[in-house]
């Protein structure tokens, strides 16, 4: 079929590709041939969106039609190319589908008889009991960091309220970082990873564990601003991760030794169960 004859076929084929052809035997006019298998019109139902513009709508349906033409050429080159043996299959499919059933019967349990509720206490016993399997492999930090202007009238604020050795008035500098500030991180109760943090800042440091271990709170000028940096904590890497960094995995491994727990216990119900019942025979 010539491009152009099949341009004016598909034109016809959008008009038709807006009705519903759901209620309909009629596959509708046929659009392309490959050896012995058509595409009809019917088949092009969906393939262009409500709304496209005409010019769009032809392109849509050409490039599918296009598509199409050129898998069915492959499976008949495949077809002619594999043996019967290699061409077969059922074992596969009959595997797939009963992996499917399956996978699908038990998802369905679980999601309605699993207790899905871990609490803190049993994550933090999992934690101390298995403690040594969670490594950090970063150093990290707890760290407020504001960024001011070089020169800020509220500059020595700011330096009182990070300075201090002993606390961190959090909401109050970010009551007057809102105001005041360029820019400005409050995470003095939460771990970040302090690489991370240098993207951030204009810290120029060869040793991280050095600089980290010698320096709590650090003033850097790089103009037209002043960076004041507070470190509350830090951990190192090779050391034991945090809890509150494993919080979510531990949640997470708990889950999943539950769900294998429930599905090996349901396995072996129902093994059981048809055992006495002689369900099954073996020969």
């Not at 052809?21 to 019109?41: P, Q, R």
């Not at 849509?60 to 598509?67: A, T, W």
């Not at 939460?190 to 320096?215: A, C, G, S, V, Y």
């Not at 090779?238 to 809890?243: H, I, N, R, V």
Request: aromatic content about 12%.
């Amino acid at each position: 079929m010539k491009q152009k004859t099949l341009v004016g076929l598909l034109l016809v084929t959008l008009v038709m590709s807006s009705c519903d052809f759901s209620s309909n035997t009629d596959k509708g006019t046929a659009v392309a041939k490959v050896y012995d298998n058509y595409l009809y019109s019917s088949d092009l139902v969906g393939v262009v969106p409500p709304g496209t513009p005409k010019k769009d709508s032809l392109a849509l349906v050409i490039n599918y039609v296009d598509g199409w033409i050129r898998k069915k050429l492959l499976i008949r080159q495949a077809e002619r190319n594999l043996t019967q043996k290699q061409q077969d299959f059922s074992t596969k499919l009959d595997d797939y589908r009963s992996s499917l059933i399956t996978y699908t019967y038990e998802a369905e349990l679980i999601k309605q008889k699993l207790d899905t509720i871990v609490t803190e206490s049993e994550i933090s016993s999992y934690y101390l009991l298995n403690k040594g399997s969670f490594q950090l492999r970063h150093n990290i930090v707890k760290a407020v960091y504001v960024v001011l202007p070089d020169d800020s009238k509220e500059l020595k604020r700011f330096q009182r309220l990070l300075k201090d050795p002993d606390t961190i008035m959090s909401a109050t500098i970010d009551f007057l970082s809102k105001q005041f500030a360029t820019s400005f991180y409050i995470g003095d109760e939460t771990w970040i990873r302090f690489d991370d943090l240098l993207q951030q800042l204009p810290i120029q440091t060869f040793n991280q564990e050095l600089f980290l271990k010698n320096n709590s709170y650090i003033e850097i000028k790089d103009k037209p601003f002043i960076y004041l940096i507070r470190f509350k904590d830090y951990m190192i890497s090779e050391g034991s991760s945090p809890l509150e960094l494993e919080t979510e995995n531990i949640r997470n491994i708990i889950l999943n030794k539950r769900k294998q727990s429930f599905l090996r216990s349901m396995h072996e119900e129902l093994y059981s169960k048809a055992l006495r019942e002689e369900l099954f025979e073996i020969y």
